[in-house]
């Protein structure tokens, strides 16, 4: 009886949570989706029902769109490949039990405690593109060294400027990942490693016949936290590059479109989509760590 | 032998890689030190002749109410959501009611949607509720989305708790309430000090709910250097000064706390 009560007592404790969550999570995307169906346009909310012509009207036609899906993949395939070589580089390095290693760690890390903000702005000025009398930045670094072949425009490179928005981003999380595998390198028993080198196995076979396939769920966890990260990301770009029709996100086209063209359903149907990109990867992934949490 | 020496070659990247990512804190640095006589682009990369703190007080008086603002959010959204955080935690590892497995990871979903797809709504519910434009409204939305990481962050914690020393305590005459409190409560702390620093980062970090739902004066930091440093208005060792000042809370955190910044990040992709 008494059991009874207090089950119900437990979930009078997380309703709040439960239905904050319900509303402004589920309720709102739910809400956010008959948008996109919808005609909203100018400041007052109109609901008539258009199905999918919101979606429909930004593959076909919409150049601004078509830039923003280049842009992300090619942010995403960078910005991923890149975080996850340098953070599984710096965790080799610093998994040999080496002086000073907890100091590297700490300072490898610590971008991560930096707003986006900060690092944009402070990117923005290491990447100017001027030349000449004006070169300064990376660029007048790279002069000063002798490094002239490393000079580049950066976010003003034609078609690939986006790119260069990259470099700031893996400085940024570059650090996590070195995280997640040095976890993952220290659950490796060294007996494994001992074993090799008995049957005269080199340094890079064993890294590349033992340690690599150990070391696979994290670079697949990592590749879906990242992943979903920059399909998501903002602030960033909008710090390194102001909003520059090249240098376009999703969540950017999403923003303008609603808060400034007050297009609300075309910026609607933008965020579904942005939705649905993000889910794809994270509900399989939510329900794999879930399951294996389960098991063990 | 031939392995211990390759070690110390290690250096070599470790060092420059050190260079790497100090190099944004060095411009940041030696540029807000700087007067307005050595701000020369063409010297940039060259330390300060001499240390002068004028760039700091200025961008702390151009900054500070935007700084302060942050503060107000950020401090009682932390407080806050790891209060819930640490309740759900536990009735959801430790007093599960039925379904409290479904509604778990649609709780976990809550932090890694685009928050885009939940801005249009979240502006005309603000608005009918008169909180758009100013801080507790920010406030509210930082502690509703908080939720989802501070409720993973204490269930796993508490999902560690053996279970008879629940058991030992109920057998004793405690109840629900009982056993949150004088139990798991008083053992909580190391995960609390982890859940309010990340908590502190992520909404000091900030910058989309704060552009979208503040007004001009309610800015927090985040927005407020984002503005200033657009364009060639304010002078760029002035930019840099402000920069440093809005990283100087979340960083200071990190320096003298990271071990638990470290497991508040790890939480975030679900490794607890």
Partial sequence: MRNNKEKWLSFLLVFPSIAAVGI?????????????????????PDYTFVKFKNYVDLFVDNLRFQIDIRNTLMF??????????????????????LKGEGFFRSLYIFPMAISY???GVVWRWLMNPAQGSRMSGLNLLFHTLGLDFLNSSYTAT?????????????WQLSGYTMAMYLAGLRAIPDELREAARVDGASEFEIFRFIIMPLLRPVTLSAMIILGHMSLKTFDLVIAVAGKQLPLDMP????W????????????????ILLLI???VLIIPYLFYSLRKEGQS | MNRSRSRYWSYIPLVLLAIFYLIPMYIMVVTGLKGGDEISIKEMWQLPRTLNLDNFILAYQKLSPYLWNSLNVVLPAAIISSLLGSL??????????????????????????PYQSVLIPLVQFMNTIGLYGGLPGLVLVHIIYGIPITTLTFRNYYASIPNELLEAAKIDGAGMLGIYKDILLPISIPSFVVVLIWQFTQAWNDFLFSVVLTSPKNWTVTVALNNISGGQIVPWNLQMAGSLLAALPTLLVYIFLGRYFLRGMMAGSLKG
């Fill in chain 1, 251 to 254: 969540s950017i086209n999403m």
């Fill in chain 1, 158 to 170: 034609p078609v690939w400027g986006m790119a260069f928005i990259a470099i700031p981003a893996i």
């Fill in chain 2, 88 to 113: 759900n935690g536990f009735v959801l590892a430790k007093w599960k009611f039925k379904g409290a497995d479904v509604i778990f990871p649609l709780i976990l979903f809550g932090m890694f949607i």
């Fill in chain 1, 256 to 271: 303008q479109t609603t808060f400034d063209a007050h297009l609300y359903g075309s910026g609607a149907a933008i965020s």
């Fill in chain 1, 117 to 119: 903000i900060v690092t």
């Fill in chain 1, 76 to 97: 995403t395939s960078i910005f991923v490949f890149g975080t996850l070589i340098l953070g599984l580089i710096t965790a080799l390095l610093l998994d040999q039990g």
């Fill in chain 1, 24 to 44: 402004f999570v589920y309720g709102f995307i739910g809400w956010t989706t008959r948008v996109s169906f919808s005609a909203w346009r100018g400041m007052i």
């Fill in chain 1, 277 to 279: 990109s993000t889910a």
